[in-house]
């Protein structure tokens, strides 16, 4: 079965730390998601990546295809980005708006 | 104000008993989809649809109905509710050429 890894399932940061959270995926994709969901449940979308980098803001998602390995990395991070940060993905073997989602990081950064 | 709607909100509703969640989005939107979330399991597709009258199965689709004659609307339908599909439940939409998918606010279903 085609899986998704989230890694860590929970992290806890001091304000201005820097963050990585990483996603695992077993087989071929043809794109990866990040998303994020506010403690009161609330869903956004941050990225969508097929290969290389993106940045937007203190946050930056990379991806590598061969290692089939995704990283959200959030700098400089403050208590209003204490969330839960989901990946998905579309399996190249089937529709790319076919997602299959990760198990979430619950990030909580304090003062 | 662009946004996607979801309705009912909040759901409690007995074994059996046909419910429609309704979903619609306002900014012509060709892609919209249906996800349930559990703990312990996240997020999983129940169905999703490309366009007016084309609808596709995600992962879970056993036990939901879906319909897309408009493009604004994606209603979910439960014909016999059971009370596994105690969920909750997110519409999300996105333009076909653009991946960012804006989601609706979600519905608590209860079903006893």
């Known amino acids: 079965k085609n899986e998704v890894e989230q890694s860590p399932q929970n992290l806890t940061a001091q304000e201005g730390e820097f963050i990585t959270i990483n996603c695992s995926y077993s087989v071929g994709i043809s794109a990866l998601h990040w998303l994020q969901q506010h403690p009161g449940g609330g869903i956004v979308s941050l990225f969508m990546l097929s290969s290389g980098k993106k940045k937007h803001g203190r946050l930056i998602a990379t991806i590598n295809i061969q290692e089939k390995h995704s990283s959200l990395h959030i700098t400089a991070s403050h208590p209003r980005d204490s969330a839960v940060y989901i990946c998905?993905?579309?399996?190249?073997?089937?529709?790319?708006?076919?997602?299959?989602f990760g198990s979430g990081t619950q990030l909580t950064v304090l003062p | 104000e662009a946004q996607v709607t979801q309705n009912p909100r909040y759901l409690i509703t007995v074994t059996g008993k046909k419910l429609t969640v309704t979903c619609s989005q306002n900014?012509?939107?060709?892609?919209m989809s249906w996800y349930r979330q559990d703990p312990g399991l996240g997020l999983r597709q129940i169905y999703y649809?490309?366009?007016?009258?084309?609808?596709d199965k995600g992962d879970v689709p056993e036990g939901y109905k879906v319909s897309r004659k408009e493009k604004r609307n994606f209603p979910l339908i439960l014909e016999s509710p059971s009370p596994n599909q105690t969920s909750l439940y997110f519409c999300a939409s996105s333009w076909a050429y653009s991946y960012e998918q804006y989601f609706g606010p979600g519905t608590r279903l209860t079903v006893t």
């Open positions: 900014m012509n939107h060709e892609y």
């Open positions: 649809s490309m366009n007016v009258e084309v609808t």
């Open positions: 998905a993905v579309g399996w190249s073997s089937g529709s790319a708006r076919q997602l299959t």
